[in-house]
């Protein structure tokens, strides 16, 4: 099954603005993570944030996480030209016998673009 | 500190040609190791895990394979390259329950 989708596919905003991007998943998880990728680089992480957490901070970042609906939100405050990034959202998958290994899902990605 | 190594960042190859990717990964011992692909700035599909030395596991069925023959050492392969095999490769390593570490990543174009 499909983890991670993120919406919106795209963001544009101008610098100073906040910018909100979400991310739907299936199944249970025991935490999310979310990353930023400057095009064709490698991905960086930038937090993550537990099952048993409801918000985390990290600068101007702030993630939310509602495991009732099955939904976290990225916030990058007061945004920069330097933000512009895809940014997604990864979930540890298990495999049949129920360990992770690590592997992560991840979902297909917001594009933000953020203008001087 | 921990850091990752991919090469190289770009290649391009002929459509039957052979395929090496080199991942190497320095300041820690047996961790896990993982091949993406990503097509077109898009979403990340796992390729191939490993946990150990000589362990590979497949996550999807394709013309590539992986090896782990060192500790610290994942390489991806193919013998003979499709077109779909263009993409954009990400080599990754991780770390406890926490966050991955991901290469730079090596473009991929079959021609």
């Known amino acids: 099954s499909q983890q991670g989708e993120e919406d919106p596919q795209a963001l544009s905003i101008q610098e100073g603005e906040n910018a909100t991007m979400n991310c739907s998943y299936k199944?249970?998880?025991?935490?999310l993570q979310w990353y930023r990728q400057n095009s064709g680089r490698g991905l960086v992480h930038l937090i993550l944030?537990?099952?048993?957490?409801r918000e985390k901070h990290s600068g101007r970042l702030r993630v939310t996480l509602d495991t009732s609906k099955k939904s976290s939100s990225l916030l990058i405050t007061a945004s920069r030209a330097a933000d512009t990034a895809s940014y997604f959202c990864?979930?540890?998958?298990?495999?049949?016998?129920?360990?992770?290994?690590?592997?992560?899902?991840f979902g297909q990605g917001t594009i933000l673009t953020v203008h001087p | 500190s921990q850091t990752i190594h991919q090469w190289p960042a770009t290649l391009v190859q002929p459509v039957g040609s052979p395929l090496s990717l080199e991942c190497t990964v320095e300041g820690t011992s047996n961790p896990n190791l993982y091949w993406y692909r990503q097509a077109a700035g898009r979403g990340l599909q796992l390729l191939f895990y490993s946990v150990g030395i000589g362990q590979i596991s497949s996550e999807v069925p394709q013309n590539l394979s992986a090896s782990r023959p060192q500790d610290r050492q994942f390489i991806l392969s193919s013998k003979k390259l499709l077109l779909s095999d263009s993409g954009f490769y990400l080599c990754?390593?991780?770390?406890?329950?926490?966050?991955?570490?991901f290469g730079q990543g090596t473009r991929l174009t079959v021609v």
């Open positions: 990864a979930t540890p998958n298990r495999d049949a016998g129920g360990t992770s290994y690590g592997k992560l899902t």
């Open positions: 944030i537990r099952s048993n957490e």
């Open positions: 199944t249970s998880i025991n935490n």
């Open positions: 990754a390593w991780f770390r406890g329950i926490a966050e991955a570490f």
